[in-house]
């Protein structure tokens, strides 16, 4: 997808952080333009030192950088690669991050804490950010927290062009909690299936409860489909109530496969109760995270065509998580 490149070639830099570089040369890939360089170094003091090796005066500056840990690192690299290239004077400077962890980070619902998504956001604007983009908020009115045009797309397109391939005729799409519910009802839309979810109770960031499931997975094939796994401990507790309630094959799915603390080896300990995992590559994940059965499917071309629709001038509204599910509407 050379097109946007070849229209844009003297304009357009694209840079990445140090927290997924895989990811943005897939992007720069998709868009048949280079990967420019950048230097991320420390001084003796443990300072970070963020250099930008190609000039991007006048230029469309992408900043790519998903919050990954360590976090705290990664988000001070960002923002200060999006002020180095403010005070080179780029034209615009969009910041893509395909994976936002302070999204759950959205309501004071405790004494004396921050809300700490609109405190990153604020960062990132002030940094210099003209635009962002990023994908499946936890928190979708997150979104409103940037002050800044800001693109929220979906991975369904991936997730949908996956399942697609198989028989879906005894399947259903099961959301973790009635929270997702409308996420997961867009998936199953899509798909032409049945759509049910958990009634579920957070205990702590490692536990919930799970009394039951809202919507019928006797004898049915479940796909569990959320925004993120990262201990864990939601998902199992599903499996559980899933496995009570007679379902057949289960299939966990998610955009954001974090798969911190013992995630992995919970799975792995779960053997042939689950038949596939199913991520996206939003976050990196290394060889001893990759299960036999987990599929990690590439989140660039969404970026890749809501950048090259950006630089160009077009509508990326098809792309974005919560555009209505009608054709023609980009």
Not at 5 to 29: M, N, Q, V, W
Not at 255 to 268: E, K, L, N, W, Y
Not at 269 to 285: A, F, R, S
Request: overall charge neutral; proline content about 5%.
């Amino acid at each position: 997808m050379s097109n946007a490149c070849d229209a844009y070639a003297t304009k357009l830099r694209i840079f990445s952080g140090s927290s997924h570089p895989d990811l943005a040369r897939e992007i720069a890939d998709y868009l048949g333009c280079p990967l420019c360089p950048s230097y991320t170094t420390r001084f003796s003091n443990d300072n970070l030192f963020v250099q930008l090796g190609e000039s991007v005066r006048g230029k469309e500056v992408v900043i790519i950088q998903s919050f990954v840990p360590p976090v705290s690192d990664h988000l001070l690299e960002l923002l200060m690669m999006i002020d180095a290239a403010r005070s080179a004077s780029a034209h615009t400077i969009h910041a893509v991050i395909p994976y936002f962890s302070y999204a759950r980070s959205d309501k004071k619902d405790q004494p004396r804490i921050s809300i700490t998504a609109r405190l990153i956001a604020d960062l990132i604007a002030t940094a210099g950010a003209n635009h962002v983009m990023t994908m499946t908020l936890h928190s979708p009115q997150v979104h409103g927290f940037f002050s800044v045009p800001t693109d929220h797309l979906t991975s369904q397109p991936a997730f949908v062009n996956h399942f697609r391939t198989r028989d879906l005729s005894n399947t259903v799409i099961v959301a973790p909690d009635i929270g997702h519910a409308k996420r997961a009802a867009r998936l199953a839309r899509s798909l032409g299936v049945g759509v049910a979810a958990g009634d579920k109770e957070r205990l702590s960031d490692e536990h919930v409860h799970i009394s039951g499931i809202i919507g019928d997975i006797s004898g049915k094939d479940v796909i569990v489909f959320d925004d993120e796994i990262a201990t864990g401990g939601s998902v199992m507790g599903l499996i559980e109530v899933l496995r009570q309630q007679k379902a057949r094959k289960i299939t966990l799915a998610c955009t954001h496969g974090v798969f911190s603390g013992q995630c992995i080896t919970r799975f792995r300990e779960m053997g042939d109760l689950i038949e596939e995992i199913v991520t996206t590559n939003t976050v990196p994940i290394p060889p001893e995270k990759r299960l036999p059965n987990m599929t990690v499917l590439s989140a660039a071309p969404i970026f890749g065509e809501a950048i090259r629709r950006n630089v160009t001038g077009q509508s990326v509204g098809s792309l974005f998580a919560y555009w209505p599910d009608k054709e023609g509407n980009a």
